[in-house]
């Protein structure tokens, strides 16, 4: 069981994601916005994952990801981001800041697939340090 972080100002995504990785077996907290999520990366114990969103009110997921870039304790957690944007727009987070992205509207399978190879892949890192 994996402690998984969904950020999403959408609602309906935030619940289906949530529902779909407790099923899956991982713990799932929930922000509606990156301003709230950074709140919560800060009280709770830091997540083996990220799903977030770009476009949020308050901060966005690109503010979000050059927040945690600038911590070193959280730089080793792996990020998906879910966007309706590309990669080569300028909203986009550097390259590298970043592990993974999916385009919404997105496949649940897709989704599960993404989460449960990073996680996989981060496992085999932590046993191989």
Aim: with cysteine; glycine share 6%.
């Amino acid at each position: 069981m994996a402690k998984i972080m969904v950020i999403d100002d959408e609602p309906n995504i935030m619940m289906v994601l949530q529902e779909v990785l407790t099923d899956a077996g991982h713990e799932v907290c929930a922000a509606s916005n990156g301003l709230t999520g950074w709140e919560l990366l800060q009280q709770y114990q830091k997540p083996d994952l990220i799903l977030l969103d770009l476009f949020m009110p308050g901060m966005s997921g690109k503010e979000f990801i050059q927040k945690i870039t600038s911590i070193p304790h959280y730089l080793d957690i792996p990020v998906i981001l879910i966007t309706g944007s590309v990669p080569n727009k300028r909203d986009f987070p550097a390259a590298g800041s970043y592990q993974d992205f999916i385009c919404k509207p997105f496949d649940i399978g897709e989704v599960i697939m993404k989460v449960e190879k990073l996680l996989n892949s981060r496992r085999i890192s932590l046993l191989t340090v």
